[in-house]
């Protein structure tokens, strides 16, 4: 996340360094004109209302450690921010921190504060403290759901060698740790994430095909037609069919894109598209929403001759709000 494409963030303390009373950042704000963040913090109006959700958590971040007389320890979804681990579904409307057993704080109503021991679990990035890579997934596998738990372990396992983290790190941290909180939801978010998943949207549609009973895909599947090789996302090899999460948002990304233009990129997806298409019995592609509201899915996969091999497991739809950008 770019640090210009967060809200600026206009503080009290600094207003009154500069001569300025609160009362004018307070009248711009009851006029509309600035948004209150926090207590003493407030942001242009415009700025806040077309900033992204991590982009508004990462101000409250910003605005929590101003406030705060000494570094903060920002925990949970607060720190997968900062550490650029995405997790599903909406974000707290408060920075999480955490502080240890010596030290411990109350929750207010600016941030919510846990307690635990931090040693060797506390890294600096940008600037900010926070916990661990390895410590914030155990944390938001504690306090987000299964297919969240999913998003974010396929996107450390990705790139263990930016944090650090694989597989069997986790297994000796839960072994460790004992029980805690849905620790054993935390333990099967271990086992069933692959890695392999090369976006939120992909790891989601495979918590999707566990969830409605149907067979797991191979994942990134590789065709060579004519010389030429292709990967698709999903191959489900007994059906002979392959399967695409289509996030239309990825024709607007630059790490997509590589420096097409969107129509050079849509038509070279194409031409993969009709390589790909040559070589197996079906070709099957879903949305976002399909996958978020889970049953779409599903819906499709079966006209696609993909049937569920064992009884569906009940499926809770996720909001719209994310924490990420479509891919």
């Excluded at 609160?22 to 415009?46: C, F, I, K, M």
């Excluded at 900062?82 to 704080?105: C, E, K, N, W, Y």
């Excluded at 918590?207 to 010389?227: N, S």
């Excluded at 990967?231 to 489900?236: I, M």
Aim: charged content about 30%.
């Amino acid at each position: 996340m770019s640090a210009d494409s967060v809200p600026r963030l206009i503080t009290s303390a600094a207003a009154r360094r500069s001569g300025v009373a609160n009362d004018p950042l307070e009248r711009a704000s009851e006029r509309g004109e600035l948004t209150r963040v926090r207590q003493g913090a407030y942001a242009e109006t415009v700025d806040w209302l077309a900033a992204r959700p991590e982009e508004r958590h990462y101000a409250l971040v910003v605005a929590a450690q101003a406030a705060a007389k000494r570094p903060m320890v920002f925990s949970h979804e607060s720190a997968a921010g900062l550490l650029g681990i995405p997790v599903l579904g909406a974000l707290p409307s408060r920075p999480h921190a955490t502080s240890d057993f010596l030290r411990p704080r109350r929750t207010t109503n600016a941030v919510i504060w846990h307690t635990g021991d931090l040693a060797g679990d506390v890294v600096e990035t940008e600037g900010f403290l926070c916990t661990s890579p390895l410590r914030t997934l155990i944390d938001v596998f504690g306090s987000r759901d299964f297919a969240s738990g999913v998003v974010s372990l396929d996107h450390v396992l990705a790139r263990a060698e930016i944090y650090g983290v694989r597989r069997r790190d986790l297994l000796e941290r839960l072994s460790h740790v004992g029980p805690f909180r849905n620790s054993t939801r935390a333990a099967r978010v271990v086992e069933f994430a692959t890695g392999l998943s090369e976006s939120p949207f992909e790891s989601l549609s495979m918590v999707r095909f566990w969830e409605g009973g149907f067979p797991l895909p191979a994942q990134q599947a590789r065709f060579e037609v004519d010389g030429a090789v292709y990967f698709a996302d999903f191959f489900f090899e007994h059906e002979d069919v392959v399967g695409e999460s289509d996030g239309r948002g990825k024709y607007r990304d630059p790490v997509f894109l590589r420096g097409r233009t969107p129509e050079e990129a849509l038509a070279q997806e194409k031409e993969r598209e009709d390589a790909i298409r040559s070589c197996v019995r079906g070709f099957v592609r879903w949305g976002w929403d399909d996958a978020m509201q889970a049953q779409p899915l599903f819906r499709k996969l079966e006209r696609a001759g993909i049937r569920a091999s064992r009884a569906r497991l009940a499926t809770k739809p996720h909001p719209r709000v994310r924490s990420f950008r479509e891919r």
